[in-house]
């Protein structure tokens, strides 16, 4: 029933939503089998869990008709303070173990990764042995370094594999770089057996989402301010921090609002949130790029089956529009380099394609030439070769410099990249 759902959440998420995602990562344990969620960045995946775990309501709905008992033991990667992050996270893995049971807790003094190992097996022995599946979900493992977060899963993959019948687990992960540890280690396969990947929020959803919260913090919006939510749809958290500006501020320009310092804030982690993998398809949509590469593609239709990229023909669209903002606006973060065809890129960026022919010109030349002031008169030759004196124009090159400025503006590189001198020249100043 919807109300075992908390209708308190900070997020509040509709409960058909919530119940729609309890069923998607909670039914492959029905059919003994663990599962691994893929949940994309800001989509309320923390207070999503929190929601589904503590409802005995919800869980009951989904595990009808199965005659086994299930303890699920919430395993919050956030908790591990160890700066031996395996012996940090089997620590955790106990102590939620033990919390979910009425077992005696032996003492972790002293206890090293072996010992500790053997402490959890041994718990999840006198479970199983009841006929009471374990269910071990796990979250924030991102917050564990990469070199690490291969050992942990296959130390996961050691306890469930102990007994796959009755020990399983659901591993959320927040983006694909994870999964793609799982599938290329055969000692962690047992970890994937289910792999769920979770649909953004709907424009229904996200337009609930609104509606609570402005009702909650008695917000009357104009027509400008909603206007303004539909560029931040799908993101939660930026939804939530751009209402809570409406509220104190009563700002309705997005200009203004994207110059907030949490506005910026907020789009900065989230950028950071996104996997390698993402960034790099995400980036090829945005700039034109072709994808081609295998594992591009695999993240690319992962993309579409949440709702986060439309396919119309043979073209890609971002349906959030400010991820194409973050996207944009942390280019300047990506490093300049040269294709096999010598090719300037800006990231996956083919500035070749971006630029005309003469717009590409000067702005190898100045690239060439970085951090040095490039005169007029060396532009024209370039440009011009030996006619150069026939066809000088100082507004040509001006209007050309300005249109090539204004190119890198819209693929989010500084306007300063490229600095004017009076009277003397250009100079391409290499700050990435």
């Known amino acids: 029933m919807d109300s075992d759902i908390n209708s308190n959440s900070v997020y509040a998420f509709p409960a058909p939503w919530i119940r729609e995602l309890a069923f998607k990562i909670i039914s492959p344990i029905k059919i003994g089998e663990s599962c691994t969620v893929i949940w994309f960045p800001e989509t309320g995946k923390n207070i ?28 919050d990667l956030s908790m591990v303070m160890n700066d031996n992050k395996i012996l940090g996270f089997l620590q955790v893995m106990y102590l939620s173990l033990s919390k979910k049971t009425s077992l005696k807790r032996s003492s972790l003094l002293d206890k090293n990764e072996v010992e500790l190992f053997d402490l959890i097996n041994g718990v999840c022995e006198k479970i199983t042995k009841r006929g009471i599946h374990v269910v071990f979900v796990i979250n924030e493992v991102e917050l564990i370094p990469l070199k690490s977060r291969e050992i942990l899963f296959q130390a996961l993959s050691n306890i469930v594999f102990f007994n796959r019948n009755y020990i399983h687990t659901i591993l959320n992960l927040n983006n694909m770089d994870s999964l793609s540890l799982l599938e290329k ?13 979770l649909p953004i929020p709907s424009t229904r959803d996200t337009e609930y989402f609104i509606n609570v919260l402005t009702q909650r913090w008695k917000i009357n919006l104009n027509k400008k301010q909603k206007k303004i939510l539909e560029t931040f749809y799908g993101n939660n958290l930026l939804l939530k921090a751009v209402l809570r500006i409406f509220k104190s501020k009563g700002n309705d320009s997005l200009d203004e609002l994207l110059n907030e310092r949490e506005i910026q804030l907020k789009m900065r982690v989230y950028f950071e949130e996104l996997g390698g993998q993402e960034k790099i398809v995400l980036q090829k949509i945005i700039f034109g790029e072709e994808i081609s590469d295998h594992r591009e593609k695999f993240v690319l239709n992962y993309l579409i089956d949440i709702g986060l990229i439309k396919k119309n023909k043979k073209k890609f669209t971002i349906e959030q529009e400010i991820l194409t903002y973050v996207i944009k606006e942390n280019n300047f973060s990506l490093k300049f380099s040269r294709n096999t065809n010598q090719e300037i890129m800006l990231g996956v960026c083919n500035l070749k394609r971006l630029f005309t022919a003469s717009e590409y010109t000067i702005f190898e030349f100045l690239f060439k030439n970085q951090n040095h002031i490039v005169s007029r008169d060396e532009i024209a030759k370039k440009l011009w070769g030996q006619q150069y004196i026939d066809r000088y124009s100082d507004w040509a090159i001006d209007k050309t410099i300005s249109r090539i400025r204004a190119k890198l503006r819209e693929i989010g590189v500084k306007t300063d990249l490229i600095k004017i001198y009076k009277r003397k020249g250009y100079q391409f100043n290499i700050l990435l």
């Open 185 to 197: 280690n055969e000692k962690t396969f047992s970890l994937i057996q289910n792999i769920c990947f």
């Open 48 to 75: 999503n869990i929190k929601e589904i775990f503590s409802s005995t309501g919800l869980i009951k709905q989904v595990l009808k008709g199965d005659n086994g008992k299930s303890v699920f033991v919430p395993v």
